[in-house]
């Protein structure tokens, strides 16, 4: 079947907010530009950016989940940020520079029993996705409608954090897409692997409280996959609207 996009997200500070876009142009063997370009250290964690770590490394939802709840503003061009939270006020950073005071705006987010965030570091490689590999998340809404029905209500698709959300393909389509290209615009993908999802997808990423079980939900299917990771192999433009053709 072929679909169509519906959403582009990007993730800027991994696991500290999401970024709606309208276009992006991807290049091969990257990951989207600026998605998880920084990511946050704990005190466990001898991270620095140099070279991709797991997101063990990291301060995230599925650890602290009040972060699900942050949303973003990326300026590119001075390198800037700006953080909201529906319980912090509006903050505006550079990552490079004012990683103290990101720190003490998103201490309060953080929960006790929790490692404690140290630094942010820049990945100098490339984005510091969830894969050993530069990786972009595609999503179905098919599949998110799926288990909606199954939970018997709706759910916000940011509780999954993809990148490129498609819509009018068959629910779980995407499972089928592995070690295949996928054309979407003009870029063209080859499908690695399932997302395998963790605590973070429980959380309501408005509030940043915990109150779904999707991982049960998931385990209907047999399974507690959602989205699949793919590598750019040709570089190109896509575009909201733009169609999701596998080849």
């Not at 070279?51 to 009040?66: D, E, H, L, Q, Y």
């Not at 630094?119 to 990786?135: K, W």
């Not at 990771?229 to 609207?241: F, T």
Request: charged residues 25%.
């Amino acid at each position: 079947m072929t679909g169509r996009v519906t959403d582009i997200w990007r993730h800027p500070i991994k696991g500290h907010g999401r970024e709606a876009l309208g276009q992006v142009a991807l290049t091969a063997g990257q990951t989207l530009p600026w998605d998880r370009a920084w990511a946050v250290a704990h005190d466990l964690s001898d991270a620095d950016g140099s070279t991709w770590v797991s997101c063990r490394n990291f301060s995230i939802g599925s650890k602290a989940p009040m972060l699900m709840a942050v949303t973003s503003t990326f300026d590119e061009a001075n390198e800037v940020i700006t953080l909201r939270h529906p319980d912090r006020p509006d903050f505006t950073f550079a990552p490079d520079s004012d990683s103290a005071d990101f720190l003490a705006w998103v201490q309060p987010l953080m929960p006790e029993n929790c490692a404690r965030s140290v630094r942010i570091v820049r990945a100098r490689q490339r984005g510091m996705t969830d894969s050993a590999y530069a990786s972009v998340t595609l999503c179905n809404m098919s599949s998110h409608r799926a288990v909606e029905q199954k939970m018997g209500r709706t759910l916000s698709i940011h509780r999954w954090r993809g990148n490129i959300w498609m819509d009018g393909l068959a629910p779980w389509e995407e499972f089928a897409w592995l070690d295949r290209e996928v054309q979407i615009g003009s870029a063209v993908f080859k499908v690695r692997e399932r997302t395998t999802r963790c605590a973070a997808t429980t959380t309501n990423p408005d509030t940043g409280l915990r109150d779904a079980d999707t991982l049960s939900t998931l385990d209907n299917w047999g399974h507690r996959d959602f989205s699949v990771r793919a590598e750019v192999v040709r570089s190109g433009d896509i575009a909201l609207g733009d169609s999701v053709r596998p080849l």
